[in-house]
């Protein structure tokens, strides 16, 4: 990293820090290490918590239909332009997770019941997401309600995941499916056959 870009990015975080300020008057637990651009919308910001130095890029969108429902993001959480999280539920983000742009992670749906007006009349359901420590989000991921992605998991970019994913293991395609699981005798991800 070059010197410029370093100074560039605590120029950021000091010309973003008003507006972490105003988020915790308005309820957010979120510490002042954590960086986030005045382009992000927040609902029921007394329902989030950020941990320490997390860092989101442009046009974040964070939304928490109930007071029941909480989104939970550890330490040092990465996420790119356009990051969306829908929460009715629990939504739970661990420690050193990455998320690269245009990443959408939901707890939340509409009932299908075919017999309302619209569908948007159906309750919310929620089914809990639990992203683990140190996961890798590629660009373009979808991320449904009731998954679990295990610690150290990468998913590749443009993936839907719609079932769990274990510890230390990569999965891609729509629906997301494993391909590769890490090694530790020998060091290295191996593909699954």
């Not at 990455?98 to 948007?120: D, M, R």
């Not at 769990?164 to 020998?186: L, S």
Request: glycine share 10%.
């Amino acid at each position: 990293m070059s010197k410029s870009n370093g100074v560039g990015r605590k120029i950021r975080k000091v010309i973003r820090l008003p507006y972490i300020f105003f988020l915790k008057i308005n309820g957010m637990k979120i510490k002042l290490t954590s960086s986030m651009p005045i382009s992000t919308i927040i609902e029921n910001p007394k329902r989030i918590e950020i941990g320490k130095h997390c860092n989101f890029d442009q046009r974040t969108i964070m939304r928490v239909f109930d007071n029941n429902s909480r989104i939970t993001i550890g330490n040092n959480f990465c996420g790119g332009n356009d990051l969306k999280i829908l929460c009715c539920g629990t939504v739970k983000v661990g420690n050193d997770v990455t998320c690269a742009g245009n990443v959408f992670i939901t707890s939340e749906n509409h009932g299908l019941n075919p017999k309302t007006k619209s569908f948007n009349d159906n309750k919310l359901e929620s089914s809990n997401v639990i992203i683990d420590d140190g996961v890798w989000i590629g660009e373009k991921v979808i991320i449904l309600p009731g998954v679990s992605i295990g610690k150290k998991s990468v998913i590749g970019a443009g993936s839907v995941v719609t079932k769990n994913i274990p510890p230390y293991c990569v999965a891609v395609g729509n629906p997301a499916r494993i391909i590769k699981k890490y090694d530790f005798k020998e060091n290295r991800y191996k593909s699954i056959k």
